[in-house]
């Protein structure tokens, strides 16, 4: 579903991805850690071209990304991003869209799908997520976990076959991380591709087939939970699950 082949990335002078190689399998979630500047964020937005990068390649879902893509291509990355969706820490809804209007927005105007079958959609979706109740609701309406869980939903509605989650629990009071993580939890066992930033330690044991840690723009390690978080084998890896334990 991804390749990922010696991407890297500069700003400036400084070296933000260096050389990333990877395959991520159909149905797989992966779970990324690391320290803070490691490069965590700036991969998953080069996965859906948020970012170009500077060498390498990519394959995503049927897609084939390449170093400086631009006018030409925008078509391709407008598509590319109905297959790739993507959740970010602070929810970025809409404010002056109801739950419902924010989730069937893209699916009308990207996917020319008419509003019937959007709603008909958005409701099931709503009622995935836990919130069969709130389809009129405003953002301001909705805490922070429904917010996200609303995003989640519009991710969602475009069918993507894979999502990207960049630290989708950190903006939330711990009461509301429970519920967010669950709807995650849930897409895991229904078989999505998901690649998710976070810095929830047992959230990332549960649900990931595989852990990355990501520091200074390289893989510095990648395997099953129970080897990269219990038994780590990378100096770098050691250190950073040390410090998140004494923390
Ligand atoms: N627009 C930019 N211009 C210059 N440097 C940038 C830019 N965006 C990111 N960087 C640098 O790239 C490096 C990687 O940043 P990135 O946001 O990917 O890290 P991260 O692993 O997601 O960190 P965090 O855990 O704090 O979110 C950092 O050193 C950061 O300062
Ligand atoms: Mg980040």
Not at 147 to 164: F, G, K, S, T
Not at 167 to 179: G, I, K, N, Q
Request: net charge positive; aromatic share 4%; with cysteine.
């Amino acid at each position: 579903m991804i390749s990922v082949r010696t991407l890297s990335k500069r700003h400036g002078d400084r070296k933000v991805l260096e050389g990333v190689s990877a395959e991520v399998t159909r149905g797989e979630t992966i779970a990324i850690v690391g320290p803070s500047g490691g490069g965590k964020s700036t991969l998953l937005r080069c996965l859906n071209y948020l970012e170009s990068f500077d060498e390498g390649s990519v394959e995503i879902a049927g897609f084939k990304l390449r170093p400086n893509m631009g006018r030409g291509d925008r078509q391709t990355l407008r598509e590319l991003r109905t297959r790739v969706g993507m959740v970010f820490q602070a929810f970025n809804l809409f404010p002056h869209l109801s739950a419902i209007e924010n989730i069937t927005l893209a699916p009308r105007v990207v996917r020319g799908l008419s509003r019937e079958v959007t709603i008909a959609r958005a409701v099931e979706l709503l009622k995935q997520v836990g919130l069969g109740d709130r389809a009129r609701a405003f953002p301001h309406e909705l805490s922070g976990g429904q917010q996200q869980r609303v995003a989640i939903a519009r991710a969602l509605a475009q069918e993507p076959d894979v999502l990207l989650f960049d630290e989708p629990t950190s903006a939330l009071d711990p009461e509301m991380r429970d519920e967010v993580m669950r709807v995650i939890r849930d897409l895991a066992a229904k078989g999505m591709t998901m690649l998710v930033v976070t810095h929830e330690m047992q959230f990332a044991h549960d649900i990931a087939s595989r852990v990355w840690v990501i520091d200074r723009g390289t893989i510095a390690e990648d395997g099953p939970p129970s080897q990269v978080v219990d038994n780590p084998q990378t100096a770098v890896a050691r250190e950073f699950f040390g410090r998140l334990r004494r923390s």
